[in-house]
Structure formats: structure tokens, C-alpha cells
Nanobody, 123 residues
Framework: QVQLVESGGGLVQPGGSLRLSCAAS????????IAWFRQAPGKEREGVSC????????YYADSVKGRFTISRDAAKRTVYLQMNSLKPEDTAVYYC????????????????WGQGTQVTVSL
């Protein structure tokens, strides 16, 4: 059974940092990829980052390049999203989901993500 559990969100001030974790089980992590998505109030869900099992490449939305870093620990079956220099516009519920090895955000498995974790960046 595929299970993804997000954690690490919270309330931080602008310029602060958070490290999100996505704990995975029920599938072969190395064969697929894990992507982080977020959904802010009044906005569509968007892909923000992905780490590919095909060639190890990482991908970032333009809005987070230089501030976010995605990584994985295969032994722990966990993917991380280190978020630095957070901005109010980063406020959203963050989800992780299984995508294909080429990090096509459209390829996510329905219901592969969990409840998400809330990130709030506010003064």
C-alpha cells in the first residue's frame, strides 16, 4: 500500500527556514520519483520541486530556485525539502506525491499523497 506522510511545516517569519519531510512506503522509491506540490489559498496546486530516479536531476519551480533544495535519503525512504529565505507567498499546504522517474508533475498517482503539511510565512 502506497503511503506518503508529510511533516515539518509550521509558522515562520519571512526569511526563516523549514525542512519538510516526506516519508514513503509501499513502493520502490528509486524506480519512481517524489515531487513536492503546494496549494496556496485561492490558487491552483503547483509543482514546486522534484528529484528524479532516472538521472538524479532535481527540478524547481522558478519561484523557489535558489531558496529550496530537494534531497533524498534512500535508507530512510524519505525525501526532504529544505526551504530557506521563506517569503509570505510560500504560504501553502505542501504535499508530496509519486510521479514518474522523469519528474513529470502531471504523472502523480491519485491519492498517493497524505494530508499535507501547512507552511505559513507571516510577520
Amino acid at each position: 500500500q502506497v503511503q506518503l506522510v508529510e511533516s515539518g511545516g509550521g509558522l515562520v517569519q519571512p526569511g526563516g527556514s523549514l525542512r519538510l519531510s516526506c516519508a514513503a512506503s509501499g513502493f520502490t522509491l528509486d524506480y519512481y520519483a517524489i515531487a513536492w506540490f503546494r496549494q496556496a489559498p485561492g490558487k491552483e496546486r503547483e509543482g514546486v520541486s522534484c528529484i528524479s530516479s532516472h538521472d538524479g536531476s532535481t527540478y524547481y519551480a522558478d519561484s523557489v530556485k535558489g531558496r529550496f533544495t530537494i534531497s533524498r535519503d534512500a535508507a530512510k525512504r524519505t525525501v526532504y525539502l529544505q526551504m530557506n529565505s521563506l517569503k509570505p507567498e510560500d504560504t501553502a499546504v505542501y504535499y508530496c506525491a509519486i510521479v514518474d522517474r522523469l519528474c513529470d508533475y502531471r504523472s502523480y498517482l491519485p491519492d498517493s499523497w497524505g494530508q499535507g503539511t501547512q507552511v505559513t510565512v507571516s510577520l
